[in-house]
């Protein structure tokens, strides 16, 4: 059988939907990988969204570096404060709530995620693989030990308990890599997944946007759900065309159905 599509809002008996959930019932090793889409349908700007009040003026690309927080910690630090403080109003939105629930019906399912706000442990999701670190999480600038986040910090940036430097928070900043470890989790689950999913992501950024050909070249079946088409989306054997809010729970419950 060929690619299949499913679009709108009504989308329970697709049979795009319906392919997706019974690959999913028979699979022993699902991997689900999730963009800055899932995160913006709670409310949380994608990273290069333009920003507001005091900072305007900034750039991400121009604060979020090693070399700006060299240059200027306390308003990098500052920067990522005002967006903890932000983040504090958020709550996980039903994509979410469901790829916690469907974690808890499958054998294995591994969730790889390139967001950094927390929204997917905050839902109850557990086995999740963070690309892009989290922005609950403090690291130390000089050893890297990580802690977590204390929101009643006063120092602009505080410094580590046990060396004295600065911390900073624990993500990926341009110009950096991806921790080894993080990414050989990753590269391995998709190379022995059975069934791949992608949502709300641009499937364009690397290495996140490899995950999706390595899982298809070691035979995944290869599920896209996303409001618009990508790079990957000819290629995938479902794409289905809606927000993870909606199309998700729908799933979830074709899967429940099926596992009866």
Known sequence: MGRQTASGSKLACEPALEKL????????????????????????????????????????EDLATPEAFRRQPSTVWDWYQWRRTRLASVNPNPG????????????????IT?????????????????LHGNIRRNRCSREGIVSNWNPVETASPPACTRCGANLRPDVVWFGEGLDPAVLDAAFNASAQCDVFISVGTSAVVEPAASLARIAMGNGAMVAEINPQKTPLTNDAAIFIAGKS????????????????
């Open 21 to 60: 959930a019974g690959a999913m019932s028979n699979a022993q090793k699902v991997v689900v990988a999730t963009g800055a889409g899932v995160s913006a349908e709670s409310g949380i700007p994608t990273f290069r969204d333009k920003q507001s009040g005091l900072w305007a003026k900034y750039r991400p």
């Open 245 to 260: 809010g909606e199309v998700l729970p729908r799933v979830l419950q074709l899967l429940l159905v099926n596992l009866g």
């Open 96 to 111: 979410h709530y469901a790829l916690a629930k469907l974690e808890g019906l499958l054998p294995a399912l591994t969730l």
């Open 114 to 130: 390139q967001n950094v706000d927390g929204l997917h442990a905050a839902a109850g999701s557990n086995r999740i693989i963070e």
